[in-house]
């Protein structure tokens, strides 16, 4: 947000996407249905609830940001 007030950065939705993309959890939701397609249960339901737990982590991490933009 500094960086876009003094004019380093352009666009401050884009910057927040970009340093939020590493920590989205696409393999883990790849493994889980892979693993649920595969017949494992147990682990796929495990792994896909550990990831969306993850997921709704960081969307409420920016969210709890943007109130105090």
Same mark, same amino acid.
């Given at each position: 947000? =500094? =960086?876009?007030? *003094?004019?380093?950065?352009s666009n401050?939705?884009?910057i927040i996407i970009g340093?939020?993309?590493?920590?989205v959890p696409g393999l883990l *939701?790849?493994?889980a249905a892979r693993d649920l397609i595969a017949g494992h249960l147990v682990s796929g339901l495990s792994k896909g609830a550990d990831a969306g737990l993850t997921a709704l982590a *960081?969307?409420?991490? *920016?969210?709890?940001? =943007?109130? =105090?933009l």
């Open positions: 947000m =500094f =960086f876009v007030q *003094i004019g380093v950065g401050l939705d884009t340093a939020v993309m590493p920590l *939701i790849t493994n *960081i969307g409420a991490g *920016i969210s709890a940001a =943007f109130v =105090f």
